[in-house]
Structures are given as C-alpha cells and as structure tokens.
C-alpha cells in the first residue's frame, strides 16, 4: 500500500534571535522569492510569523518612525501571502517581550524559553499574539481563525501552563516537538531525545508534550519531522558551508596590502574543533537534522523525503500528515528548494497542506491522532 504524504511547508518568519538582521534581506525579500516558487507550483504553505517581534516593533514605532515603515511593510507581507491561500498562524520568541530599540538596534532581554515564564505572563503573550493575527487577517477572511502553534526555538516541553493555555485559547495543534532535538546552551535548554512519538499526530501529555497521552486531548501535537543524514552528503554540506564561511571571514577579505589578522592559539583550536564536528564525526556517525528545506542541500532533502516514505510505509496508515520548517533568514540554496518543491508537487503520493487544512483533516477524522493505548 501507499501512502499518500500530506506535506505541511512551515516558515518561522523572523530577525535573529538576539534581534539582529536587515528586515528586508532576511525577512521580506526571501518570503517573496518563496512565495514566487510556491505560486510556480501551486503550493500552499503556512507561515508562522514570530508575533512578539511585531509587537515590538509597533510599541516602539512612534519613537522611531523608521520602524513603523517596517511594521506596515510586515503586516502587508502577510496579508499578500494571505491572499494568495496561504495559511498564517501562532509563532513566537519571548525574548522580544521587553525589547528595547536604542542606537539603531535591537536589545532583546527576556528569556528565550516560554518555559521559564509564569502562566499569567506566557498566557498573555499567546493571546496577544493570537489577537493580532487574526485583527490582521479577518478583514481579508472573516472565517479565519488562529489555531496552530509553534514555539520559539520549540520550547514547548515540560510546562504545567503552556498546553492548557494554548487549549484556554482554541489552539487545536502544536507543530513545536521535534524528536532527537538537544540543546543545552547559555540561551537553551532543551531535551527531546526520549519523545514518546516523533512521527505520527498524538494526543500530548500536557504537561510535559514529550509523552503521549493516554486518552483523546483538545490539542494534538504533529511532531517537526527530523531524519539522520548520510555522513557522504553531510560532509559535503559541511565542507561546502566551511569554505563559504572561510570566503567570509576576514582573515580571507582583508583589504590589500593590510596585515592579516593575528590568529591566536586559542582561535586555531576553536577551528580544530569545529572541523573534527563539521568534517570527521559526519563522517563515523550520521547527523541528526530537523527537517528544515532552508537549511538542507538537494540531496539531503532527498534524503529526507526517503526516510519520510519509508516512515510512512512502516506506519501501515493510508494517510499522514508531515511537518517541515523553514527559516527564511537562513536560507542557503533557493534552487534546491525550488526543485524539491517541483519534485514534489508531480509526486503521485504527495500533497501539499496547511497547519488549518490538517487540523480540519484531525477534527474530521481523516487523520488518525495516536493515544498511548
């Protein structure tokens, strides 16, 4: 039997995390080439616009009018993919909650994790996010409705308050879990190498989404896809990204007739270090990726399209839906994203689908939701 794969297209739209980034490079430009390979092939994708970003950028838009420009040119982005059938929904990174715009940029400050805040005070970043949306995109739709959810850099497990709050708001799905992810770093803290379902759509544990839960819940999670690279192709990547970031770096730009930069020891054995993770562990141990289409080279998404069929043929279903991400602002290869959309858009067993067409698909029971019995 084959199984027909409802591709889901996801964008978390946004500045870098620490607020830094040309709006327009990084944001408006690239989500207008995307809209333009979409449009070729007629895909519909969901956008999931970091909200909190937004609403710093209009408290702080009387102050800096500059910035009210940018905000206005944000709203119009989203409601023009809108209009073409796109689907927008819930994303956001609450260290914009108290951003401060001086000197020309932005100081981000709070937490990085929506775990780490009180219920009171993560509610009320979800609503306000959801409010804006939806004040945004209802006068285009009146029948639209603000139901999927991402979290910034997926923090979304353990929490005692985040998925019921998200139920409290009439979220229907979270996008936010992603199977073998770890990261523990001076921003992030983040484990989910022991997920109790990474593929299929599953009723959440709420309070920590990590587990499936043994009954039918009013949200269900649709993990982020993940895949292990070929250490051939993950290599190349990296060998190709090294010698991009060399052509970069100012030891490889320094204006003629200037001295080089001095490279100290510790600087040499940083690159060590980054060449033994980059080059030699891709090639004894395959890489672990979040299926991420901006971040892939062409074989890699093959690669990853593979390891998605063959998943679905093991799961026996008739039909599932798969979530992909993509990050605008780190896109490296158009072209491979462009082909891959073409390959996939003549697939006899793909479909391309949105975050509100897969919760619809879930409420009718057109897809199946795991319980842990």
Request: proline share 5%.
């Amino acid at each position: 039997m084959t199984t027909t794969i409802y591709l889901a297209l996801t964008h978390d739209w946004e500045l870098r995390g620490d607020g830094s980034g040309d709006i327009e490079q990084i944001q408006f430009a690239p989500l207008r080439r995307l809209l333009e390979i979409y449009a070729k092939f007629g895909a519909r994708t969901t956008l999931l616009p970091d909200v909190m970003q937004q609403l710093a950028f209009r408290r702080s838009e009387n102050a800096h009018p500059g910035l009210k420009v940018q905000a206005d040119s944000w709203d119009q982005h989203l409601r023009e993919a809108f209009l073409q059938h796109h689907d927008v929904q819930l994303h956001l990174h609450p260290q914009w909650l108290n951003a401060k715009y001086e000197g020309g940029f932005w100081h981000p400050h709070g937490d990085w994790s929506l775990l780490n805040y009180q219920r009171e005070a993560a509610y009320t970043m979800l609503a306000s996010g959801k409010q804006y949306l939806e004040a945004l995109l209802r006068p285009i739709d009146s029948s639209y409705r603000c139901l999927a959810f991402r979290a910034g850099a997926l923090t979304a497990a353990p929490s005692t308050h985040l998925f019921e709050s998200l139920i409290n708001l009439g979220i229907e799905l979270d996008v936010s879990i992603a199977g073998g992810l770890f990261v523990n770093s001076d921003n992030l803290q983040l484990d989910y190498r022991n997920c109790e379902e990474t593929f299929l759509p599953f009723y959440p544990v709420k309070e920590d989404a990590r587990r499936v839960s043994e009954q039918r819940e009013d949200i269900v999670c649709v993990p982020l896809n993940h895949f292990y690279g070929s250490r051939r192709e993950v290599a190349r990547q990296n060998v190709a990204l090294a010698r991009r970031q060399f052509a970069r770096s100012p030891a490889a730009t320094h204006p003629q007739g200037s001295p080089a930069p001095v490279k100290s020891k510790s600087s040499n054995s940083s690159r060590i270090g980054l060449a033994f993770d980059k080059l030699i562990m891709p090639a004894i141990k395959r890489k672990h990726f979040v299926s991420d289409t901006g971040r892939l080279n062409y074989p890699l998404l093959r690669e990853m399209l593979a390891s998605i069929r063959q998943r679905a043929r093991e799961s026996g279903l008739r039909q599932l839906p798969i979530v992909l991400t993509n990050h605008p602002k780190d896109i490296r290869d158009f072209p491979a994203i462009e082909r891959f959309v073409g390959e996939a858009s003549q697939a006899d067993d793909i479909r391309f689908i949105t975050l509100t067409e897969i919760a619809k698909k879930i409420q009718s029971g057109e897809f199946a939701v795991r319980t842990a019995n």
